[in-house]
């Protein structure tokens, strides 16, 4: 699985940005996605993650009510809508897919094997 991540930017604290995340390989819809980041000194961390059917996801508490993750499996892509936006959700951020049919992948971000290169988010304040 290739992923390659897009639509960061700098951003005024109270905006909104859209991230995307495009995959390529036959088996998207057997791989849960998610969203990560890491700021400058910072661990890696989850954001936001979805299963394959979309029926399930996971937010950080940090962003929950702000951020929403959603996939479009014929696109093959998962994008994040990202309101109102703090200093602090500055970062950059990765898209990441999971092992085929690591079905409890969920928030832990070290059953992401398939990574992006990641897109830079500045949020001004």
């Known amino acids: 699985v290739q992923l390659q991540a897009s639509g960061g930017g700098l951003v005024q604290a109270g905006g909104s940005l859209r991230l995307s995340c495009a995959a390529s390989?036959?088996?998207?819809?057997?791989?849960?996605m998610g969203w990560f980041r890491q700021a400058p000194g910072k661990e890696r961390e989850s954001v936001a993650t979805i299963s394959g059917s979309g029926g399930s996801t996971y937010y950080s508490d940090s962003v929950k009510g702000r951020f929403t993750i959603s996939r479009d499996n014929v696109k093959k892509m998962v994008y994040i809508e990202m309101n109102s936006l703090e200093p602090e959700d500055t970062a950059v951020y990765y898209c990441a897919a999971s092992r085929e049919r690591d079905w409890y992948a969920g928030r832990e971000i070290e059953r992401y094997v398939y990574w992006g290169q990641g897109t830079q988010v500045t949020v001004s304040s």
């Open positions: 390989g036959r088996t998207f819809i057997n791989h849960y």
